[in-house]
């Protein structure tokens, strides 16, 4: 196990809804990246935290958002909830922001949106 | 045009044989590569970084060529616990990492 943990595992959630994720990093590290994984392919990049703050982000919408707290802990928020939006959500945590390094894994929330 | 493209299988092999996995990027100023695992239902995992140079770790060599932009993952004496989802991954700066779709392996006793 990694040490990053993920809540909660499973949600289903109504079109139009909003929806918070959770991810807290393993002990030490200060980077907290977010993935969505539909299914059948790889992780695609949401966005990067560092120290509280976003450190790099992929092509989302601004309808995703999240949060770094004190702890490294972070939050993934999705608001107006579309049908597309089903899919794995991974958190990676990592020591440090930048080349080289390796990204540590949570289980993952499964999303449904009906 | 993706950012890495990989070849998504199924490749179904017999143990003990030897197989490799391609993959290529699009963005010719990309910094570090990587192999992660994937096994059904579960979270990636590292396999190995991949350096110019190439390197092995047991069974498993990795290749890079930047001149072509072709990363490539041997897997000798496959193994029944070799059976997995192998994904390659390109960091192109910006702390923004491409994954491939993923190549299926399925290692047949």
């Known amino acids: 196990e990694t040490g990053v943990t993920q809540s909660p595992t499973h949600l289903i959630k109504t079109r139009g809804q909003q929806v918070t994720l959770r991810c807290s990093s393993q002990s030490g590290h200060n980077t907290v990246s977010w993935y969505q994984q539909a299914l059948g392919q790889g992780p695609q990049f949401i966005f990067q935290?560092?120290?509280?703050?976003?450190?790099g982000r992929g092509n989302f919408p601004p309808r995703f958002s999240g949060l770094q707290f004190p702890n490294y802990s972070s939050e993934l928020n999705v608001n107006a909830l579309e049908l597309d939006d089903s899919a794995l959500y991974l958190c990676?945590?990592?020591?440090?922001?930048?080349?080289?390094?390796?990204?540590?894994f949570g289980p993952g929330t499964r999303l449904t949106v009906t | 045009r993706k950012e890495v493209e990989q070849d998504p299988g199924p490749f179904n092999v017999p143990e003990g044989a030897t197989v490799a996995f391609n993959c290529t990027y699009s963005n010719s100023a990309s910094q570090s590569f990587f192999w992660y695992r994937q096994d059904c239902r579960k979270e990636p995992k590292l396999l190995m970084s991949v350096y110019s140079s190439g390197n092995e770790d047991g069974r498993f060599t990795a290749q890079l060529n930047r001149a072509s932009q072709y990363i490539s993952l041997l897997i000798r004496d496959s193994k029944l616990s070799d059976s997995a989802t192998y994904l390659c991954v390109v960091e192109t700066g910006a702390n923004n990492l491409f994954f491939g779709t993923g190549t299926r392996l399925t290692v047949i006793p």
């Open positions: 935290y560092y120290r509280e703050e976003e450190n």
């Open positions: 990676a945590s990592s020591p440090f922001s930048g080349r080289d390094y390796e990204q540590y």
